[in-house]
Every structure is written in C-alpha cells, then in structure tokens.
C-alpha cells in the first residue's frame, strides 16, 4: 500500500439537503489487485438529482446506509495496472459508471468495468452514461420513430439537450422546454424545431394551439405540473416518458387529488413509463457505440456548461448549481 493519500466525497449520514449529508475524506492510494486498474479521475459527472436523491436514502434500487461513497460516472487516466491486465496500459483514458466511482481523485476498480477511450475529456463523459441513458429511454422506452412530434423537458440540460438531437436524428420535429433566453438559442442551433421558455410563453398554450393533435412522444425530466400538461396533451398512442422529476427533488413530494391517470391515457390509448437506465443496462453497450460514433461523426453535439467547479470541495455546489436551473448542458467538475 503507497503513503499517499487521495480525497474523496462520501455520505456520511441522510439529509434532505445534500451539503448537509456529505464530507470530505481522504484514504491512502491502493495498489491494483491482478484484476484492477487504478484510475486518476480527471472529470467527474454531475447528477445533481440522484445526488440529492441517495443522501436522502430515497433510491429504492440502491440500498445504502451511510457512510457510502458518492459520485458514478468519471472520466480519467489508467496510473497502475494489475498482474493479469492486457487489455488497459498506463497512460490509457478511459471512462467509468461504477456507483461510488465518480466523486473521487483516485479509484480502483475491475478492468472488465472500464471503458476505454480515445481522450479523458468532459465531452465523451456527457455520453457516457448521460447520452447512454437518453437515447435507452427514447427508443427502448419510448419507442421512437420518424416524422412524429416529440417533447423533451429540461431540454438544455446534460440529458435533455442529447434527448433533442437524437430525436432529430431520427426525423422527428421536436418541440424543447427550457428556462431562458440563451437555452432557446442554444436549442435552436442544436436543430430544436420549437424551443419554449417556460418563463415567457405558457407551455400549456403553446401545446393546445401549436399541436392540437396532441404529442406523439414525452421525454420528461421535469415532473409536476409539466407532467400534468404533458400527460393531457399526449396524442392518440401517444408515450410518455418519466426520466426524472427534477422540480420535486429536495423538496416533500406533492399530494395530488384528481381523476386517476388511466383516465387521461385510455380514451387516447396512451401511455406513461417510468425510466431508470439500471434497469436496462443490456442496450447500454450498443448505445454507447452509437453515441460515440455519432460524436466523433460531427452527427452530435456534446455541451458541457461553462461554469468551472474545480476540486473535491466543489462538488456541493456544483449540485446546487444544476439544481437551481442554471446550467446549459453537462455540469462537470474537474480534478
Ligand atoms: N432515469 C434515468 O436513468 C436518468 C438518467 C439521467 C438523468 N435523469 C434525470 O434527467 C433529468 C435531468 O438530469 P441532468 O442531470 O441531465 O440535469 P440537467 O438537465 O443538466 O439540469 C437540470 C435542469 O432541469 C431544469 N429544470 C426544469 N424545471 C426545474 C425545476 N423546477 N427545478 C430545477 N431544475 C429544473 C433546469 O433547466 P430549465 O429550467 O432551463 O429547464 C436545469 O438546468 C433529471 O430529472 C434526472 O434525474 C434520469
């Protein structure tokens, strides 16, 4: 075992609010067992909604009690190699999605668990698992086809702003929520046929006078009252996708009274499905090969927000960052 030591997040308790749950650590540098490699992490994803989610011990396929470590996908540089390791080198970038793996400067784990790729770059991070998970639930969940209208809330987002080209891609008109002035035009030059600011225009409106036949398919990140809408406005077969309810992470799930939502979906034969990619993981290496091709192609855009968040100790606020609704595209904090 080396002296050196590394930091990382981890939970050390539950809390509502992530910056309450967490600490910083730090535990010596291990040697790789003959099946390891140990990775320097040199970009970490943010997902501030799970993050929120698992120190509030509200993931119900992750059964943790603290303390456990924090953070799932990074991207990084292999620095030692086990006994019976061919296939990675020192030197090699490659990219991980262990839970626990992310938050972290340093991370061990099973060579057959690790990605390898061209550059350790925020970018390829974004589609792994990001980019993975956008386009599982559009065409496995959803079902996707061409020439169809589709919906993607939170539409800037890291997830949402993949959602909006691969649905575009696939020859659909796709219709983007978002909250400001410079998401609509990012939107707009990532080929979003009808971006809608949800501050200045009425999503409700727009969708009852634009699109009176209703939409064919939801790619919802948001939840509440913009599932409400999304729901009454599915077409005839029309599918909804829950990816997440963002407007109610950290907050006390709101109680709602009113019909039950068979009656919304039967008289039009639709559908809403819940999403979680864990529970897909066998479409996760065939995307991830698209994706890949797809961006070094130039078919697909990767954004990663601007806003630098630099260090183990940042990582807080890069949560609350992405929760407030700033971001544009993938938050991402660097080593
Ligand atoms: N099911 C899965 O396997 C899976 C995998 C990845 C992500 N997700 C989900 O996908 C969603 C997006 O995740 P992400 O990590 O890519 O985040 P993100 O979209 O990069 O950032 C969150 C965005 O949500 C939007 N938002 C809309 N209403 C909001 C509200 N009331 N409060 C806060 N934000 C609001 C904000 O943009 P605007 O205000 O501009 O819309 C904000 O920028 C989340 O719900 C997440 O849980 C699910």
């Known amino acids: 075992m080396s002296?050196?030591?590394?930091?990382?997040?981890?939970?050390?308790?539950f809390a509502v609010d992530f910056k309450a749950a967490v600490e910083i650590i730090e535990v010596p540098i291990p040697e790789p067992a003959a099946d390891e490699i140990l990775v320097r992490?040199?970009?970490?994803?943010?997902?501030?909604?799970?993050?929120?989610?698992v120190c509030q011990g509200k993931?119900?396929?992750?059964?943790?009690?603290?303390?456990?470590?924090?953070?799932?996908?990074a991207v990084g540089e292999v620095v030692a190699v086990g006994d019976n390791v061919q296939n990675f080198h020192i030197g090699d970038a490659v990219v991980t999605t262990?839970?626990?793996?992310?938050?972290?400067?340093?991370?061990?784990?099973?060579?057959?668990?690790?990605?390898?790729?061209?550059?350790?770059?925020?970018?390829?991070?974004?589609?792994?698992?990001?980019?993975?998970?956008?386009?599982?639930?559009?065409?496995?969940?959803?079902?996707?086809?061409?020439?169809?209208?589709?919906?993607?809330?939170?539409?800037?987002?890291?997830t949402g702003h993949i959602a909006v080209q691969l649905a575009k891609l696939a020859g659909n008109h796709v219709i983007g929520t978002c909250g400001s002035q410079q998401k609509v035009q990012l939107l707009a030059n990532l080929g979003c046929d009808r971006p809608i600011n949800y501050r200045t225009e009425n999503?409700?409106?727009v969708l009852k006078q634009e699109y009176p036949h209703g939409i064919d398919l939801v790619f919802d990140c948001v939840g509440s009252?913009?599932?409400?809408?999304?729901?009454?406005?599915?077409?005839?077969?029309?599918?909804?996708?829950?990816?997440?309810?963002?407007?109610?992470y950290g907050?006390?799930?709101?109680e709602v009274t009113q019909p039950r939502i068979y009656h919304k979906i039967f008289w039009k034969a639709a559908s809403v499905h819940g999403f979680v990619m864990p529970f897909y993981q066998e479409h996760a290496a065939a995307a991830r090969d698209r994706l890949l091709d797809l961006f070094y192609s130039n078919q697909l855009k990767v954004v990663v927000d601007a806003t630098p968040f630099q260090g183990i100790e940042s990582i807080p606020a890069a949560v609350e960052?992405?929760?407030?609704?700033?971001?544009?595209?993938?938050v991402v904090v660097r080593f």
Not at 3 to 13: D, E, G, H, M, N
Not at 41 to 53: Q, S, Y
Not at 251 to 254: D, Q, W
Not at 321 to 330: E, F, R, T
């Open 41 to 53: 992490n040199k970009f970490a994803g943010i997902n501030g909604g799970f993050d929120t989610l």
């Open 203 to 205: 999503l409700e409106q």
């Open 3 to 13: 002296s050196k030591v590394y930091r990382k997040l981890i939970a050390k308790q």
């Open 98 to 158: 262990a839970k626990g793996g992310g938050y972290r400067e340093y991370q061990l784990i099973d060579a057959n668990l690790a990605i390898k790729v061209r550059q350790a770059t925020p970018e390829v991070l974004t589609l792994i698992p990001t980019g993975i998970s956008a386009l599982v639930a559009l065409e496995k969940v959803g079902k996707m086809k061409s020439n169809e209208v589709v919906l993607v809330t939170a539409a800037a987002g890291g």
């Open 225 to 248: 009252q913009v599932f409400d809408v999304c729901a009454d406005n599915l077409a005839i077969r029309g599918r909804l996708v829950v990816v997440g309810f963002i407007s109610e």
């Open 251 to 254: 907050k006390n799930i709101e």
């Open 59 to 73: 993931v119900a396929y992750v059964n943790l009690t603290p303390p456990f470590d924090l953070g799932v996908e």
């Open 321 to 330: 960052y992405l929760l407030s609704g700033q971001n544009c595209g993938k």
